[in-house]
């Protein structure tokens, strides 16, 4: 993801009612962690790689918005769990980050 990207959601995360005070920087670390991963498929797979990140996105966006609703959010999830759903063998640090932030937010109750 961008920095920008990454710093605009920081700062939703940061002000959102739904994440708990002492969640927030986990929340954000799992983003940069998805970051990570998803700067290295870029450099074999740009296409699947934007996606991804455009997936992350929807999904930050609906967790933080100050009205959850609760259907943005699971097609959110699964797009977001759809795009690396391919990449268990060769990227499976991806596929566990992702599956990390769906956990995290079905803790969260989100």
Do not use: W
């Not at 920095?3 to 940061?14: N, P, V």
């Not at 759903?85 to 995290?104: G, M």
């Amino acid at each position: 993801m961008l920095k920008h990207t990454l710093a605009t959601l920081k700062e939703k995360i940061k002000n959102s009612k739904n994440i708990p005070e002492d969640k927030k920087q986990e929340y954000y670390d799992l983003l940069n962690r998805l970051n990570e991963e998803v700067t290295d498929l870029a450099e074999t797979d740009l296409e699947k790689a934007e996606s991804i990140k455009k997936f992350a996105k929807a999904t930050a966006h609906e967790a933080t918005r100050e009205e959850l609703n609760p259907n943005l959010l699971k097609a959110s999830l699964e797009g977001l769990y759809e795009s690396v759903r391919e990449f268990h063998s060769t990227h499976p640090r991806l596929v566990e980050t992702v599956n990390d932030i769906c956990i995290f937010l079905s803790k969260l109750g989100i």
